[in-house]
């Protein structure tokens, strides 16, 4: 199973254009095996200058929040990064069970590149990675530490995805968010500039879209059994199919008809490299899909500390005793018939398959025989 980070994942899931309620690790595993690892740009990135007093426009503020893990280690060296997010999404009748999520994230970032990351849920269940000595590690709950090269740079995605809990709540919400600037701020002793961010009522629309739809369940489709009675486990199939089909239909119009019921917090943006080093936030949606609209509500902070700070990230001591590169022998034999541990392989010639005493024996070349004459 991969945790990932749920939050940012389980918003995907309830409001994202085009879902098809698969579980959440089938989803994931599935973009990893079907979409292309995109080329590395956050160096270029993070040399581009951003002005933290002008973020109060959806797209400056969105390329503040949308910061990869590479981009922010690239912009400030070393760091601890904590955050905890708690989802709930429900009916605003109470008339379904709400689902509810919660999750605790940390990042300690080494100036050399080496990272390390927890995440644990609301139900108990934990990851751990870390990156050490161009070597990833990772392991999920009870399970063994798994070891791997990472060639295609995975771990970046793991990183990106723990600090992106704010980031995809953000993009719900920042067609409706007024941001205001409040000013010089600092923390953990950087200067930094300090935002507010306001969510109006507009659950007024949500209702009335809400009343507008239909979502009667069409009758189920009976087919003959062998007998000549009804198969009831092709019923049950059309049925199961029908109420997916529905909701997909459903789900694909969520994005567009959610609106804010409101909600307030902070964001404080570092002065010096624009990374966001704290978020505070409590808002709700309210999505007009029926009678009874879904309500999404979401609580979130993150802190960045230690910044330029010396961090320390060891591996895992239970996955590998030493973490070192070693080049593989290209003919591992040579050094112990060096040392009479083994005696030489004899050469085979190749024209004879007998083996070789001196040179061996060169292959006679086939001389094309001259045309016959007519």
Request: glycine residues 8%; charged residues 25%; hydrophobic residues 35%.
């Amino acid at each position: 199973m991969r945790l990932r980070s749920s939050l940012p994942l389980l918003l995907a899931l309830v409001l994202w254009p085009g879902c098809t309620c698969q579980r959440a690790e089938n989803i994931a595993a599935k973009e990893r095996l079907t979409k292309p690892q995109p080329k590395e740009t956050s160096s270029a990135k993070a040399t581009e200058p951003i002005d933290v007093d002008a973020l109060t426009t959806p797209e400056k503020m969105a390329r503040v929040v949308h910061m990869d893990g590479s981009e922010i280690a690239a912009r400030l060296g070393s760091f601890a990064y904590a955050s905890q997010g708690e989802l709930s999404f429900g009916r605003d009748d109470d008339s379904a069970p709400a689902l509810k999520s919660a999750e605790k994230t940390s990042v300690v970032q080494a100036d050399s590149g080496d990272f390390a990351i927890e995440v644990t849920t609301g139900d108990g269940s934990e990851q751990k990675l870390a990156y050490v000595n161009e070597i990833f590690f990772l392991k999920n709950g009870n399970g063994q530490w798994r070891v791997s090269r990472d060639p295609a740079g995975e771990r970046n995605t793991y990183r990106s995805d723990a600090m992106a809990v704010w980031a995809s709540f953000y993009d719900l919400v920042a067609h409706a968010l007024v941001v205001e600037r409040t000013g010089a701020v600092t923390v953990g002793g950087r200067p930094a500039v300090g935002y507010s961010l306001k969510l109006p009522d507009d659950s007024a629309k949500a209702r009335t879209e809400g009343a507008l739809v239909t979502d009667a369940a069409p009758p189920a489709t009976i087919v003959p059994g062998v007998d000549g009675g009804p198969d009831t486990r092709v019923e049950a199939d059309e049925e199961e199919r029908s109420r997916r089909e529905r909701i997909a239909g459903r789900v694909s119009k969520w994005a567009k008809r959610s609106h804010p019921i409101g909600g307030s917090g902070v964001i404080v943006v570092d002065e010096a490299t624009g990374v966001p080093l704290k978020v505070e936030f409590n808002g709700s949606l309210l999505v007009g899909d029926g009678k009874s609209p879904a309500k999404l509500i979401v609580k979130v902070s993150s802190l960045m500390t230690d910044i330029g700070k010396a961090q320390t990230v060891k591996a895992p001591q239970d996955a590998i005793d030493e973490v070192v590169r070693r080049k593989m022998p290209v003919q591992p034999r040579v050094p112990f018939e060096a040392a009479g541990v083994v005696p030489p392989v004899p050469k085979i010639d190749p024209a004879t398959g007998a083996p070789v005493v001196g040179k061996p024996t060169k292959p006679a070349t086939p001389t094309a025989e001259p045309p016959e004459e007519e």
